[in-house]
């Protein structure tokens, strides 16, 4: 999933060039922690739809964590998100 998130960023940066322009303008450590704050969203959003995807179906929030490979604390997390997200 890392690999195809670095793909995603690279897209982005092929594609746009502003993007690219502020990008090239950056340091090697804000490059770092920018890339990082990518690859953990898309990381976050993936779990956010995975999630989603197991309530819908019933699974608890044990099975979740499991099938999911995370703490059940990370899954009620990403629940207590998914229903902020349905009350806006």
């Given amino acids: 999933m890392v ?5 995603i960023e ?15 303008e950056m340091g090697d450590e804000d490059y770092v922690a920018l890339s990082d ?7 976050d959003n993936t779990l956010i739809m995975l999630v989603t995807k197991k309530i819908q179906k019933g699974k ?13 604390a ?5 629940m207590k998100q998914i229903n902020n997200a349905s009350i806006n």
């Avoid at 704050?37 to 990381?43: A, E, T």
């Fill in 74 to 78: 990370e899954v009620e997390r990403y």
């Fill in 37 to 43: 704050r990518l690859i953990q969203q898309g990381v």
């Fill in 3 to 7: 690999t195809s998130l670095h793909n």
């Fill in 10 to 24: 690279d897209n982005l940066l092929n594609s746009d060039d502003l993007i690219r322009e502020k990008v090239t």
């Fill in 60 to 72: 608890t929030v044990s099975q979740i964590a499991d099938e999911c490979e995370i703490t059940e």
